[in-house]
């Protein structure tokens, strides 16, 4: 059952933008997006609480990656911009179902897509 459907990845020179988009067929008020580097554990890169709109985001993403959702297409998305080549890796949206504010623990979603690749060169 294909909860999540992300798109957007793609390569990029260091300095430019993307956006990625996970469109979502779970419900729930809290959405994060993480990524994982080769040989790297999963991070949190930012978080969202849908309710209120409070936002939540890793100190290395701070000032150049934007959290959005959009209720009417049900859609969450990462403005990447300034992106740098510390930024490759594979990007995965997800829900944590019980939440009551963002987080960017990992441990706290319960639901994942399958991930889009972003790489960016220097």
């Known amino acids: 059952q294909v909860q999540f459907l992300e798109s957007g990845g793609g390569s990029v020179q260091a300095g430019g933008s993307l956006r990625l988009s996970c469109v979502r067929s779970?419900?729930?008020?809290?959405m994060g997006w993480f990524r994982q580097a080769p040989g790297k554990t999963r991070e949190g890169v930012a978080a969202?609480?849908?309710?209120?709109?409070?936002?939540l985001y890793a100190d290395s993403v701070k000032g150049r990656f934007t959290i959005s959702h959009d209720n009417t297409k049900d859609t969450t998305y990462l403005f990447m911009n300034n992106v740098r080549p510390e930024d490759t890796g594979m990007y995965y949206c997800?829900?944590?179902?019980?939440?009551?504010?963002?987080?960017?623990?990992?441990?706290?979603?319960?639901?994942w897509g399958q991930g889009t690749q972003v790489t960016v060169s220097s």
């Open positions: 997800a829900a944590d179902l019980g939440c009551r504010a963002p987080a960017l623990d990992a441990a706290w979603y319960n639901a």
């Open positions: 779970v419900y729930s008020y809290c």
């Open positions: 969202i609480y849908i309710r209120d709109g409070t936002t």
